[in-house]
């Protein structure tokens, strides 16, 4: 491949923040993920014994 650029191409840099941005990502969504999954049986046990009689 050639090093030349084509009128097509563009530089871009990846600001050093991204890095930062995506590790709270990451560790949010795991957060929510680890705490949802036993929490769901429990508030569905929840809503079948208080809410769904009524």
Do not use: C, H, K
Not at 10 to 35: G, K, M
Not at 48 to 54: L, Q
């Amino acid at each position: 491949m050639s090093e030349r650029a084509t009128p097509n191409q563009v530089a871009a840099e990846i600001d050093d923040n991204v890095n930062q941005y995506l590790f709270w990502t990451v560790t949010w969504v795991s957060a929510v993920t680890i705490v949802g999954i036993p929490l769901t049986p429990i508030v569905a046990i929840i809503y079948w014994v208080w809410y769904a009689p009524r």
